[in-house]
């Protein structure tokens, strides 16, 4: 594994105080949360000391934050957002629940498209809104599409007032193509909603596939557009409590504005986040060229453990949906895998009704420990 990384090894991943490493015994591998096992890279490391050091622990600055971002997001999307309009956050559901609240009535409703990140459903109904669901197309082959009649009937429903979209997609790993946003962008106009939309994995995109920022987009939706967007997963730092918004026009400005204190993100989130889009750029190339492996490594896994499992390679992320229906576990064949092969992961219902018969894993890690975690799923059915 690429050095830049770490061993990740169980001995001092198990040190770490994080929900991953204690929410279970120590005879249980995790493999559920969406956090990743590979070291820090140094410059993030060398932010967060040097603030310590100096006791810069404040509330947070916008000093180069947007520029930083910006930069990031021109070298790897060919986009270069105005820094103006780039906004720290303390994570991406608060912004996503604040921008709700701030701009949709009462009992409105948000389209999403399960199954989905479990957060956009209680987070949404948090906030005083009702879900109105949209989901996702399957094809034989596992693939998941977007279905854009459904997705059009949805938005057609009555009350409703914004769309939430996942790109890339949590829990299957798509990355829309331009066509596909253009069409939602245009299905948007023309039922008048707002879009709010994730974009939390899109430095995560791996090879074979690439991801488009949605207000990069030449669209008149634009005006009506808020993308929230991190360093967290990427770089694996979601305890610093950072992410971004960027809003596409200057009435979302102000809306993000006028929020500033329910917005705060952490200082050292800040800080570590300008460290990580601006000096550490070959860290992330090490982790998705891993991840890229990983994905394929857990193809054959489980090909030869496991060839009932259902699995197709993410195009983004560390994440893998596994369908595990005909293992006949039940609705939620997580638990099995947890009572008698010691190993958690993400049940499949959280994401949705869709998600039944189904777990994510997080596959973030090292090529040996992805080979424990498979292992000890088979020995849940006593293989």
């Not at 693939?143 to 914004?162: K, P, S």
């Not at 490594?297 to 195009?315: N, Q, W």
């Not at 499949?348 to 994510?360: A, Y």
């Amino acid at each position: 594994m690429e050095p830049l990384l770490g061993s990740c090894s169980l001995e001092a991943l198990r040190r770490r105080k994080s929900w991953k490493w204690t929410a279970y015994g120590a005879d249980v591998l995790p493999a559920w949360v969406a956090e990743m096992d590979f070291d820090i890279a140094e410059p993030i490391k060398a932010a967060v000391r040097q603030a310590l050091e100096i006791g810069d622990c404040g509330y947070p600055g916008r000093a180069g934050f947007g520029e930083a971002y910006a930069a990031f997001a021109q070298q790897r999307f060919g986009w270069a957002p105005d820094p103006a309009r780039v906004f720290a956050i303390p994570d991406v559901m608060t912004g996503v629940a604040e921008v709700i609240q701030a701009t949709t009535s009462p009992g409105a409703g948000i389209v999403i498209n399960p199954p989905v990140y479990p957060p956009f459903f209680f987070r949404i109904e948090l906030a005083g809104r009702h879900i109105v669901e949209a989901p996702l197309a399957r094809a034989a082959d596992g693939r998941y599409d977007l279905d854009l009649g459904v997705l059009d009937a949805a938005l057609a429903t009555d009350r409703v007032e914004a769309y939430l979209l996942c790109s890339p997609h949590n829990p299957t790993g798509r990355v829309w193509s331009p066509a596909q946003l253009l069409a939602v962008g245009d299905l948007c106009q023309a039922r008048g909603v707002a879009l709010l939309v994730d974009e939390i994995h899109a430095p995560l995109a791996l090879p074979g596939a690439e991801h488009i920022p949605f207000l990069s987009l030449d669209h008149d939706l634009t005006d009506r557009v808020l993308t929230f967007t991190s360093a967290s997963k990427a770089w694996n730092i979601p305890g610093l409590k950072c992410g971004l918004a960027i809003a596409g026009s200057e009435r979302l400005d102000a809306v993000l504005s006028e929020r500033w204190e329910a917005l705060l993100a952490g200082h050292l989130g800040v800080l570590g986040s300008i460290a990580a889009f601006g000096e550490s750029l070959p860290w992330l190339d090490a982790v998705v060229d891993q991840l890229s492996k990983n994905r394929f490594l857990l193809s054959d896994l489980l090909a030869r453990a496991l060839p009932e499992v259902g699995y197709r390679p993410p195009e983004a992320s560390f994440l893998a949906w596994l369908d595990c229906r005909r293992l006949a576990l039940g609705d939620d064949p997580s638990v099995a895998f947890l009572d008698r092969g010691r190993v958690a992961l993400s049940p499949g219902p959280d994401f949705g009704g869709q998600g039944r018969g189904f777990v994510r894993l997080n596959m973030g890690t090292s090529p040996a420990l992805l080979e424990e975690i498979v292992r000890r799923m088979a020995a849940a059915i006593g293989r």
